[in-house]
Each structure stands twice: as structure tokens, then as C-alpha cells.
């Protein structure tokens, strides 16, 4: 069973920063492809963010060219940082692991961790 832990979030103003990590544990493999997830309040949730573990990394266009998503090489452990947020960021932000052909995620989500921006 792998069990996934977010952590990092806050509060922070608009153009501010953030760094989020994110840790699977439970598992002695390694998750090929993971990715960050974000969730606001009503809506559905959206992938913003992924990770191959070859170093490959793909983003949804409403983060592209603000945040980076890293991992540590031979960890189930990923980041992600955010710059110039907006308080169209905030979200509760959860990572996974994706599935490389249906893009679900593929165990069962944390408590992620909530991202505020707000003046």
C-alpha cells in the first residue's frame, strides 16, 4: 500500500512563492511517473504537473513557465516550486503516481497540503 505525504503549502501573496514536496512510501519500486495534482474549492480536480522518472516533465498551461516540478533521482519523492503565484493558484494540491496510458492516478490520495494566495 503506498501512502503519499504532501507538505509545504501556506499562505502567500500574489507574485510570491512556494515549494511543495510531496513523499510515497510503502513501496520498494519506483514510480515511474508522478505528477502534482490541484484541487479548489467546487471544481474538479487537474493534473498541473508531471514527472518521468527519465527526467521528462509536462505541465498544464495555466503553470507553464511558473512552476517547476523536480524529483529526487531514485526516490518516490517529488516537488514542486511555484513562482509568480495567483489566487487563481489556490488549491488544496495532492500528488500521485499516473498511470502513463489513462493518466489516472494510481493509489489512493493524501491530505495533500492547501495553497492560499491571497493579499
Known amino acids: 500500500q503506498v501512502q503519499l505525504v504532501e507538505s509545504g503549502g501556506g499562505l502567500v501573496q500574489p507574485g510570491g512563492s512556494l515549494r511543495l514536496s510531496c513523499a510515497a512510501s510503502g513501496n520498494d519500486f519506483s514510480i515511474r511517473l508522478m505528477g502534482w495534482y490541484r484541487q479548489p474549492p467546487g471544481k474538479q480536480s487537474e493534473l498541473v504537473a508531471s514527472?518521468?522518472?527519465?527526467?521528462?516533465?509536462k505541465y498544464a498551461d495555466s503553470v507553464k513557465g511558473r512552476f517547476v516540478i523536480s524529483r529526487d533521482t531514485g526516490k518516490n519523492t517529488i516537488y514542486v516550486q511555484m513562482n509568480s503565484l495567483k489566487s487563481e493558484d489556490s488549491a488544496v494540491y495532492y500528488c500521485?503516481?499516473?498511470?502513463?496510458?489513462?493518466?489516472?492516478?494510481?493509489?489512493?490520495w493524501g491530505q495533500g497540503t492547501q495553497v492560499t494566495v491571497s493579499p
Open positions: 500521485n503516481g499516473i498511470h502513463p496510458l489513462s493518466r489516472a492516478p494510481l493509489y489512493y
Open positions: 514527472i518521468h522518472e527519465s527526467g521528462e516533465t
